[in-house]
T-cell receptor, first 108, second 110 residues
């Protein structure tokens, strides 16, 4: 059974800092990995998707990497802004399995 | 342009009173999902459909049922809601190698 872990559960950083969020998974036989953002009380917004054959994807200030062999993915956020404050979840497919998320707070 | 729409956004029901949550999509995706997300927890898959073929997860309680009358619509029925069913319910679709989610319905059980 696939298990997805995100550490830390919560992170606070000053505005302008670069930061990395971590995601690990136990079964490397994944189809793709997706990072989502969730604002309090809201649904999920897709940020980046990495196919299993890819190693990274970039969108604006966001860069996601994937290392299937080690069962890890990272989400790098450059020049953080208060509007980046949210919970970030990673999820892997085959069957879409989510991590519990990292709650990010950017301090102005 | 909303692609996955969930109604209502907030639903309050009484203990034991049946409730139905609805989801519609404009993406024409064959795959649809229902997830339950409790506070500070990961979303938990309840049901998924490929077209009208339906699968429920082994640990989805019998209290939960789902219907998909056509490609665009999907419903989640909770026959006798308990206090433990209070959660955010997320509807999603899958297509072009990407998952799309609606804004969720927050269910409160009194």
């Amino acid at each position: 059974k696939q298990e997805v872990t995100q550490i830390p559960a919560a992170l606070s950083v000053p505005e302008g800092e670069n930061l990395v969020l971590n995601c690990s998974f136990t079964d490397s036989a994944i189809y793709n990995l997706q990072w989502f953002r969730q604002d309090p009380g809201k649904g999920l917004t897709s940020l980046l998707l990495i196919q299993s054959s890819q190693r990274e994807q970039t969108s604006g200030r966001l860069n996601a990497s994937l290392d299937k062999s080690s069962g890890r993915s990272t989400l790098y956020i450059a020049a953080s802004q208060p509007g980046d404050s949210a919970t970030y979840l990673c999820a892997v497919t085959g069957k879409l399995t989510f991590g519990t998320g990292t709650r990010l707070t950017i301090i102005p | 342009d909303a692609m996955v729409i969930q109604n209502p956004r907030y639903q309050v029901t009484q203990f034991g009173k049946p409730v139905t949550l609805s989801c519609s999509q404009t993406l024409n995706h064959n795959v649809m999902y229902w997830y339950q997300q409790k506070s500070s927890q990961a979303p938990k898959l309840l049901f998924h459909y490929y077209d009208k073929d339906f699968n429920n997860e082994a640990d989805t309680p019998d209290n939960f049922q789902s219907r998909r009358p056509n490609t665009s619509f999907c419903f989640l029925d909770i026959r006798s809601p308990g206090l433990g069913d209070a959660a955010m319910y997320l509807c999603g679709t899958y297509g072009s190698d990407t998952q799309y989610f609606g804004p969720g319905t927050r269910l409160t059980v009194l």
